[in-house]
């Protein structure tokens, strides 16, 4: 079965610096898709970062990066320079490649962020 | 600009009513999507829709009903509700699906069923 696993429930860190959430993933398949989704206090998901698996340059977007480890299984979120507004839920998600619904979500880090 | 439009946002049922969550999109997205999220867990796949008039299973989709007569709309129907079904419902939708990423979500429906 295909799981993602988000082994810290809880983070912080402090403005301006830097923090990195983890998530492992177990998967048979070679064509597939990661992400990242932050959901604010307000509840609505929103994208932050994506990558394909078949690209072995790690995605980047803006202050958001990624450590993707194909091998190890392994896609880490790296938040540099963090602002306030980076605290929420952060959560890992799958999808192999071709399916049309099926994303897969880890039980989510909560991010605080410290003045 | 409104994108995914959910409601109610919140309602409580009694055990064994019905009701719909209405969930509309103005970006004439092909994709839709239902997810449940339960305390302390990540979204779960409830029903999805790859078009009008084509819905298929998620991952938990007992207990729950779905149609798609329009690409704009895509109601979540309960029709006997059980404890089990409070949880927090999100829909989504996609241009390209979900290798994509990018899915669009409402800001949820908080349902609690007593």
């Known amino acids: 079965a295909q799981t993602v696993t988000q082994s810290q429930p809880e983070m912080s860190v402090q403005e301006a610096e830097t923090v990195t959430l983890s998530c492992t993933y177990d998967?048979?398949?070679?064509?597939?898709?990661l992400f990242w989704y932050k959901q604010p206090p307000s509840r609505q998901m929103i994208l932050v970062i994506r990558q394909e698996a078949y690209k072995q340059q790690n995605a980047t977007e803006n202050r958001f990066s990624v450590n993707f480890q194909k091998a190890a299984k392994s896609f880490s979120l790296k938040i540099s320079d963090s602002q306030l507004g980076d605290a929420a839920m952060y959560f890992c998600?799958?999808?192999?490649?071709?399916?049309?619904?099926?994303?897969?979500f880890g039980k989510g880090t909560k991010l605080s962020v410290k003045p | 600009n409104a994108g995914v439009t959910q409601t109610p946002k919140f309602r409580i049922l009694k055990i064994g009513q019905s009701m719909t969550l209405q969930c509309t999109q103005d970006m004439n997205h092909n994709y839709m999507y239902w997810y449940r999220q339960d305390p302390g867990m990540g979204l779960k796949l409830i029903y999805y829709s790859v078009g009008a008039g084509i819905t298929d299973k998620g991952e938990v989709p007992n207990g729950y009903n779905v149609s798609r007569s329009t690409t704009e709309d895509f109601p979540l129907r309960l029709e006997l509700a059980a404890p089990s079904q409070t949880s927090v419902y999100f829909c989504?939708?996609?241009?390209?699906?979900?290798?994509?990423?990018?899915?669009?979500f409402g800001e949820g429906s908080r349902l609690t069923v007593l």
């Open positions: 998967t048979s398949e070679s064509d597939y898709y």
């Open positions: 998600a799958y999808t192999p490649g071709g399916s049309q619904g099926n994303l897969i």
């Open positions: 989504a939708s996609s241009y390209r699906g979900s290798n994509t990423g990018e899915l669009f």
